[in-house]
């Protein structure tokens, strides 16, 4: 079924930016919802934002409306998740997953560490 | 967007059966027919090992099962084996595009 792969987490400062990407191999990318899943240290999961195949406006959770934004390019099969005004709450590994079926997650990329802190 | 509650942990013996609950509410479990479980082993991304409720991803044992009655979902895994330990997450869609997902829920095989 494909493999995801996220790239673009790393360490950065309350209030900053950062950009995550998540290329698809291997799978049909293009006709599937993507989403992001986040993961807080030691925490459980916590679904962030999905975006439909054809892509437009994303879906977002209540804790990062406003603050993130989801798209997609479908032309390089890469979902991508741009955060402004990060906290340090939203210090996570994030993962993204294709959407099978309406909740049906599956595959899973291996995570992009998010670290936010001063 | 309330998370779904899951008792944090589970356990059984070789061979037993275990079945961790999953409860929210008529807006999310009870309203629809798509609560998916996931199992994450140490270090490693989720996996999905029931969706729609009832239904098995492919390649994953018939070991594991799903069912529903209310607001209350449940995974069942009989046969326990050494392996079934990890984390098991429920996830529960509520409608206009937004998803939720449970506490999660330690199994141990003792």
């Known amino acids: 079924e494909g493999q995801l792969l996220e790239s673009g987490g790393g360490l950065v400062k309350p209030g900053g930016s950062l950009r995550l990407s998540c290329a698809g191999a291997?799978?049909?990318?293009?006709?599937?919802?993507m989403a992001w899943v986040r993961q807080a240290p030691g925490k459980g999961l916590e679904w962030v934002s999905a975006?439909?195949?054809?892509?437009?406006?994303?879906f977002y959770a209540d804790s990062v409306k406003g603050r993130f934004t989801i798209s997609r390019d479908n032309s390089n099969s890469t979902l991508f998740l741009q955060m402004h005004a990060l906290r340090v709450e939203d210090t996570a590994v994030y993962y993204c997953?294709?959407?099978?079926?309406?909740?049906?997650?599956?595959?899973w990329g291996q995570g992009s560490l998010v670290t936010v802190s001063s | 967007q309330s998370a779904l509650t899951q008792p944090p942990s589970a356990s059984g013996s070789p061979g037993q059966s275990v079945t961790i609950s999953c409860t929210g509410t008529?807006?999310?479990?009870?309203?629809?027919?798509?609560v998916s479980w996931y199992r994450q082993n140490p270090g490693k991304a989720p996996e999905a090992v029931i969706y729609?409720?009832?239904k098995r991803p492919p390649g994953v044992s018939a070991r594991f099962s799903g069912s529903k009655s209310g607001n209350t979902a449940s995974l069942t895994v009989s046969g326990l084996q050494v392996e079934d330990e990890a984390d098991y997450y429920c996830?529960?869609?509520?409608?206009?595009?937004?998803?939720?997902f449970g506490t999660g829920t330690t199994l141990t095989v003792l």
């Open positions: 997953t294709k959407i099978r079926g309406i909740n049906w997650w599956d595959p």
């Open positions: 291997g799978m049909d990318f293009n006709n599937y919802p």
């Open positions: 975006i439909s195949g054809a892509g437009g406006g994303g």
């Open positions: 008529s807006s999310d479990v009870g309203g629809y027919n798509y």
């Open positions: 729609e409720v009832t």
């Open positions: 996830s529960s869609f509520a409608g206009n595009n937004i998803y939720v």
